[in-house]
Structures are given as structure tokens and as C-alpha cells.
């Protein structure tokens, strides 16, 4: 298994772009989360997704967007790059035997190092 | 809000133990741990679930006080391997929060040989 992969591990991008990180999990879990993690600061719950076809908000949705087509994918998608998107962002998948409640370990990605100018 | 940790930073000999602390101001359906390690991605070490089951590796020893909506994750007989910085991340029981886990901002714990 390749566990939980992400594109690209660094992306330099100027205010005003648009692009998508990707990422990919191999592990069959439904429940899938972006983080993004700024210097000194814990991760921020951006987005979420409990299966395909279904995503929510997390803490910090502002200026991102994103789909879950397939179990196996999530991608993040910036709308147009702002200097506050500068950051780490790690994807995360999980195996939730609830249903309804995170009650199992998640799996994180390498995570995208992405700075914006 | 984001649950609030302590000690904000530790440093310790090799062989010492540590308490880091994780308080919430809301009721909670679960507490999280992780480690990172620097320029690495978090480590999942236990999960503390209501009612009081525990799920995680069998070295780590951790506590959830539900009253309190307090954790604390015990280090015992520390190495080396241990440095890094430990995250709590918390899932509360409130409309519209199920499945959202809010971290701490974290404690750095540092191992001397």
C-alpha cells in the first residue's frame, strides 16, 4: 500500500493563480480531510468528506474548493492564491467504524509546501 | 476553539518522564494524539473515545477525564526517538461538529542525551 500520497511535495505559485493539489489514498477509507498548518500553529480543518459524492466545511473553507468523485481521491483546489494561503497542507484519510464519528487513527499524506508571492 | 495544551515546550534527559496536558471548554466525544516530527507529517500515537475506550500503540500511556474535558498523554522513560512536537486534536459533541477535529497548538518536547 502506498498510504496516503500528495502532488506536488512544493508549489510556488503568485497572488492571483489558481491550482489543485492532489491527493490519493489507496486504503479504502471513506472519511478524507485537508489540513493546512502555518508556522508554530496546529492544523486547520479546511475540508472534509465522508465518502464520494459528499463533502462540508471545516474550520477555514474560505478561498478553497473541493470534490470527492471517487473513495480514492480528494483534490484542493485554491480559487486564486492569496499570500494567506501560504502554508503546508496535508491531506488525511481514516477508516471510521461509527459511521458518524472519528473514532479511528488518520493517516496522513507528506504534505504540499506551498508559498504564494 | 481550539483546545489549549500544556506545557507549551519540555526538554528532558533520555530516561525522564513528561505529562503534556490538552484542555477543552467543550463537552467531547474523543481526543486525538499525534507526534511530528519536523519537516514530517503527523504520527497518530491513541485515540481517547467517550465511554472509555482507547485505541493506540500499547507503549504510549494517555488519560481522558471527561468531566473535566481534560487528556493528558504520559511519556515514561523517555529516548531520544520521542523528540518532536505533540499535537491533541479534539471532536466535540456539539450540532454540527461530528467528524471536525480541532488541534492544540501544540508542546515541543525535546530529548537530551
Given amino acids: ?117 | 476553539q481550539q483546545p489549549v495544551q500544556s506545557p507549551q515546550a519540555v526538554i528532558l534527559r533520555e530516561g525522564e518522564d513528561a505529562v503534556i496536558n490538552c484542555s477543552s471548554s467543550k463537552a467531547l466525544y474523543s481526543v486525538h494524539w499525534y507526534r511530528q516530527k519536523h519537516g514530517e507529517a503527523p504520527v497518530f500515537l491513541m485515540i481517547l473515545l467517550k465511554g472509555g475506550e482507547q485505541k493506540g500503540h500499547e507503549k504510549i500511556s494517555a488519560s481522558f477525564n471527561e468531566k473535566k474535558q481534560q487528556s493528558s498523554l504520559y511519556l515514561t522513560a523517555s529516548q531520544l526517538s520521542y523528540s518532536g512536537t505533540y499535537f491533541c486534536g479534539t471532536e466535540s459533541i456539539s450540532s454540527g461538529s461530528a467528524r471536525q477535529l480541532t488541534f492544540g497548538s501544540g508542546t515541543q518536547l525535546t530529548v537530551l542525551p
Wanted: with cysteine.
Fill in chain 1, 1 to 117: 500500500n502506498a498510504g496516503v500520497t500528495q502532488t506536488p511535495k512544493f508549489q510556488v505559485l503568485k497572488t492571483g493563480q489558481s491550482m489543485t493539489l492532489q491527493c490519493a489514498q489507496d486504503m479504502n477509507h471513506e472519511y478524507m480531510s485537508w489540513y493546512r498548518q502555518d508556522p508554530g500553529m496546529g492544523l486547520r480543518l479546511i475540508h472534509y468528506s465522508v465518502g464520494a459524492g459528499i463533502t462540508d466545511q471545516g474550520e477555514v473553507p474560505n478561498g478553497y474548493n473541493v470534490s470527492r468523485s471517487t473513495t480514492e481521491d480528494f483534490p484542493l483546489r485554491l480559487l486564486s492564491a492569496a499570500p494567506s494561503q501560504t502554508s503546508v497542507y496535508f491531506c488525511a484519510s481514516s477508516y471510521s467504524s461509527s459511521g458518524s464519528l472519528l473514532d479511528d487513527e488518520q493517516f496522513f499524506g507528506p504534505g504540499t509546501r506551498l508559498t504564494v508571492l
